[in-house]
């Protein structure tokens, strides 16, 4: 694979820093930022030149890490949810997953303006916020970028999804006016929140279409965000029996969004963050003898944070699930977050418990003969036991040369045929050292699954395209 080489040099006067020269470069800050449709986020920046990107299929992706991460980047820190009602979608999330509530902003703690509930389950972070009414907002919000006009046009034109993907950088400050030095459209510029010694600094970026990219850094990176996650908001005090409560999801490993084009949003992405391609997939390697998508997947330095971008293949027989999303989500969007599991059986065990009272449902499993083959595929590394349980719940199991993936997929989380959330376990792929960590991807994204999860969906669409086509006007 060819690899564009691209060196940009930036002449300081000694009388300024980087920092400043970015501030002075970055000419949109401070402008209110359009929303973004289709393809108009990519590809248009005013001084990024042009990039050739082309798909390409998981086995001739030669995989490097070129370190080329333009700011420091620690890890994810939080998603952010924006809803119509966060007491309600909070306490479902909460059941479903095993996620006790540990923080919260809303008129208990003093805040008029928006309604913010925080869950967690060890280093993974969900944030839920819906609007009060505008005509009784008489304070600054605890989350200092959120808007009533933005949220209300967002819920009623996505429902449910995913406003702000979070990451913790070393230096928001640095990150954003790197990001738009680099093309990248502003959301909102720093803005530094708490004490001098235990202040926040907050900055976004757009990521696809209306769903920002969240920069958030902490003068004291070890402080626990559960009792000091924002200032404004408050540390739950509860039973102990309540934050015992633990399904076994250990963090989030992976984040995609769907778009109509793949190609510029790659570009767009790479070139404000420094990304690497980490793996990609074709319709060749993913796709149905129906329908398929292409997918390229960038990751941070330390592939902490690792961001995936899908695409639908046209003119196949059916229409990609890929494109259904986009019509129901009225435009790109993330389409699926998906949470480490140590134990995916023990998360699933109790998952399903809850499923037929609030929790989330699963999409249907492979057929039987998936499972006769498994143990050709995975007697070395998975017990009898395991293949059996694998069966019971529906878990699809694949490798790559390094290590396995166990993975499910929830159906949609909402009304719409749009978001939802992959459960996975990753075995193998240890590295040694004083702490023993596991290597980032390890055992991939599913790539000889991803067909398997397509033909459920497939199957999914048909049942209410059935009974859309069945209704009559009278």
Known sequence: MKKLLCCIYIMVPQSHSLRETLRADS????????????????????????????PVDYNNLIQTNPMSDLFSVRRFHHVEFWCSDATNTSRRFSSALGMPLVAKSDLSTGNTTHASYLLRSDQLLFLFTAPYSATISTNTPSIPTFS?????????????????????????????????????????????????????????????????????SYKQPTIDIASMFLPGFESIKTDSSSHSIDFGIRRLDHVAGNFPELAPVINYLKFFTGFHEFAG?????????????????????????????????YGTKR??????????????????LALQSEDIFQTLREMKRRSVVGGFEFMPPPPPTYYRNLKNRAADVL?????????????LVDRDNEGTLLQIFTKPLGDRP??????????????????MQQKPGCGGFGKGNISELFKSIEEYEKTFEAQTSDIHII
Do not use: W
């Open 27 to 54: 000419s949109d800050m401070g402008k209110a930022p359009e929303l973004l449709i289709g393809n108009e986020c990519a590809g248009k920046h005013h001084n990024s030149p042009a990039m050739e990107f082309n």
């Open 148 to 216: 009533h006009t933005a949220c209300r046009a967002f819920t009623a034109s996505h429902g449910l999804a995913v406003r702000s993907i979070a990451i913790e950088v070393d230096d928001a400050d640095l990150a954003y006016y790197t990001s738009l030095s680099h093309g990248a459209k502003p959301s909102s510029p720093p803005i530094t929140l708490g004490e001098r010694k235990n202040a926040v600094v907050l900055a976004e970026v757009q990521l696809f279409n209306d769903v920002v990219l969240r920069y958030i």
């Open 281 to 313: 997939f074709t319709a060749k390697d993913v796709g149905t003898s129906e329908s398929g998508m292409n997918s390229m997947i960038l990751a941070s330095n330390n592939e902490k944070v690792i961001i995936g971008v899908n695409e639908p293949v």
């Open 418 to 435: 749009t978001i939802f959330i992959e459960i996975i376990q990753r075995i193998g792929c240890m590295i040694s050292g004083v702490n």
């Open 383 to 395: 017990s009898d036991e395991q293949m059996n349980a694998c069966e019971e719940f529906g878990i």
């Open 319 to 336: 229409r990609s699930q890929i494109q259904t999303f986009l019509e129901h989500n009225e435009g790109p969007g993330i389409q699926h």
